[in-house]
């Protein structure tokens, strides 16, 4: 239970962390062996941390999502009272899971025709469509952070209804 718990908290953080240092070490390597060992040539180097960063990004997004991170406006935060910041914020996630939903069938086209034409990366010959489950993942990442602060949210609603202290839900609280 504890493994889950941890998966569940950390889950798109190792990964990033992981892919983050990956994307580090290739730069480092690469302006090593450029200007210290010229005559060591690894151009994969750079197109393999260019598309390990548009991964990184895209598990980013639902690590976003579930830390509630992402760059947004939010003028109606301040005029509304908490319970209707609370409706307001389902809202939300119930419209950015629908969006997420809705693009899984097309990460899978994306990834099948990337399949379908074996595209390589030009100087590593990595297969293309590996890269692209990035996309995948992420259209299943995200509705499922969206879900849960869903369920949080409800929680906390729950909460205030029965008069409880207005102090905020976390996800240790449920599980």
Partial sequence: MKLLKLLDKHFEEFIVVILFSWVILLIFAQVVFRYFIPSVNIPWTEELARYSYIFMVFIGVS???R?????????????????WQRIHRIFLEICVAAFFIFL??????????????????????????????????????????SFQAIVLEFLELRKMKKGGDNTEMKEEDIA
């Fill in 63 to 65: 690590m976003c999502t």
């Fill in 67 to 83: 830390t509630d991170g992402h760059l947004k406006v939010d003028i109606l935060k301040g005029v509304l009272s908490p319970k």
């Fill in 104 to 145: 899984i069938p097309s990460a899978f086209k994306i990834v099948h025709a990337q399949q379908l034409s074996a595209k390589l990366l030009p100087i590593s010959r990595i297969p293309m469509y590996l890269f692209s489950y990035s996309m995948v993942a992420m259209t299943f990442l995200v509705p499922l952070r």
